[in-house]
């Protein structure tokens, strides 16, 4: 990692105590919930999907779709939501993704995403989101990000496993 100063610190200490264990496994130390046990893969209500550890909004509701890979899936994530590392581990190169604000591991974003969204899939932990539905969003102080959901939204029960075979 680098020297870099993000806005949410905290020592490894006060994360254990802040968050469950399979949540510090995962956001803390890289590691990957298994495939289809994700309880946020079925969500498709409107919301926004926010990191578990600091709370930084990372994902519109309306850029999830079904991969078929087992981990929810997202197209785009909030700009400037997460930053990315080249990933060496498992004897492989991939593609982490990070929240900005606390430098936590999310997963991993793919090139084979929908097409017709520019091609990405950001393959997410779900240990490593929390959904906050549309409706809670002002009670929660994610107000601001109610004007997300003005606009027409695209389908979240669309699936576009078909298009490729999901990388993880």
Known sequence: MSDEIFPVQKSDA???DQLSP???RVLRQHG???PGTSPLNDEKRQGIFACAACGQPLFDGSTKYESCSGWP???????GAVSTNEDRSHFMVRTEVRSRHG???LGHVFNDGPRSEGGLRYCINSAALRFIHRDN???QGYGHYLSLFDTA????TQADCELTEPQR
């Open 22 to 24: 399979e949540q510090y």
């Open 103 to 105: 430098d936590s591991h």
């Open 73 to 79: 899936s997202f197209f785009a994530p909030l700009d």
């Open 153 to 156: 939204e695209r389908s979240a």
């Open 14 to 16: 006060e994360w254990m």
């Open 137 to 139: 969003l002002e009670a």
């Open 32 to 34: 990957t919930e298994r």
